[in-house]
């Protein structure tokens, strides 16, 4: 075990490698950098890169800007050096968790980003819990009961809430409860109301669950039906192996086999999912339900970096984001361990 976490440490360092040159490599053709949008500002072309610009319609810019103001601006955002020299001075700072500063927001890419981690920790965990806490005793429930009424029933629900997409049904649930021509049951946008802060504990409480639920209703309709039907067909799959007939042979009662052998094994790969699950409910939030609701997230800072080609965002995040995947590679790995001693990483052969 121990060579085979070692093992799989030394492979991160080429692989976070490999993904930051590749970014980094793309980002330095990509028209409409920093340089030439402060360019059209300077000389009145305002105007963020479009699908279609060019680079040579925004340096158009720089014909009215002499050439000493241009090195100065490219100066300003470190374009005055070779591209294999920013690269190398990146990763070193980035060793140490430096991303240096946004280029739009002027402010520390770290900073920033622990700025916006309030609304995706929050569609993030009510996410993750609600999925899991729902489905996998569904699953079970269907599994039990396989081909009955309540199979075909709960399947057709949770198979048309799966074919509507999120988004769909954020536009839909703030049509009929955002104060629109229905019902003004719940905010339009944000996490708290305005008079948050002069509000109780209590009342606190009620008023963020209050924003957050359409938000979450939003987010689970799209892995409902994905973690119900893989909590049945896992359980099935195990109700059907020998040692459950043996077990029933033996006289245990359904509820003895079924909790106390099935439940087991059934679980293992969806509790090895856990780390993986988690880590994506919490930094792969949906952009279009942030920007249907006005929750100012991660994944709306992203996006928008990329338009503005805020380069130390899009690179410091990116470099944090896959950091953690790797890990979370990493520990999903090891639980299949700790929860199956069937698998084995390091194998001693016998002569």
Request: charged share 15%; proline share 4%; glycine share 8%.
């Amino acid at each position: 075990m121990f060579y085979y976490i070692l093992k799989r440490l030394l492979l991160m360092i080429p692989t976070l490698f490999g993904v930051m040159l590749i970014t980094f490599v793309i980002t330095q053709f990509v028209p409409g950098g920093p340089v030439e949008q402060l360019v059209a500002q300077l000389t009145g072309q305002d105007q963020m890169t479009e699908a279609g610009s060019t680079a040579s319609e925004l340096y158009r810019g720089a014909e009215g800007i002499d050439k000493e103001r241009l090195d100065e601006i490219k100066a300003l955002y470190g374009f005055d050096k070779p591209a294999t020299e920013r690269f190398f001075t990146m990763l070193a700072n980035y060793i140490r968790f430096d991303f240096g500063e946004s280029y739009h927001h002027h402010q520390s890419v770290m900073e920033l980003l622990v700025d916006k981690l309030p609304v995706s920790i929050s569609l993030g965990m009510w996410t993750f819990f609600i999925t899991y806490l729902s489905c996998i005793p569904l699953g079970i429930a269907k599994a039990v009961r396989d081909g009955s009424r309540f199979d075909i029933i709960s399947s057709t629900i949770v198979l048309v809430g799966y074919a509507i997409p999120g988004f769909v049904l954020a536009i839909l649930l703030l049509v009929l409860f955002g104060g629109g021509s229905f019902y003004d049951v719940f905010p339009l946008k944000g996490l708290t109301s305005d008079n948050w802060e002069e509000l109780s504990w209590f009342s606190k409480i009620t008023d963020y669950l209050w924003h957050m639920t359409l938000p979450i209703i939003s987010s689970v309709i799209g892995s409902f039906a994905v973690m119900t039907m893989l909590t049945k067909n896992s359980f099935l799959d195990e109700i059907r192996k020998n040692y459950v007939i043996t077990a029933k042979a033996k006289g245990l009662s359904r509820n003895q086999v079924l909790y106390k052998h099935v439940f087991r094994n059934a679980l293992i790969p969806l509790v090895t999912g856990f780390p993986a699950s988690f880590l994506a409910a919490f930094f792969a939030g949906s952009l279009l339900i942030e920007t249907i609701f006005s929750l100012d997230g991660l994944g709306l800072l992203s996006y928008e970096s990329i338009i503005r080609r805020d380069y130390p965002v899009v690179l410091g995040s990116l470099y944090l984001f896959t950091l953690l995947g790797l890990f979370t590679k990493l520990i999903t790995d090891i639980s299949y361990v700790l929860i199956d001693p069937r698998v084995k990483f390091d194998s001693v052969k016998k002569n």
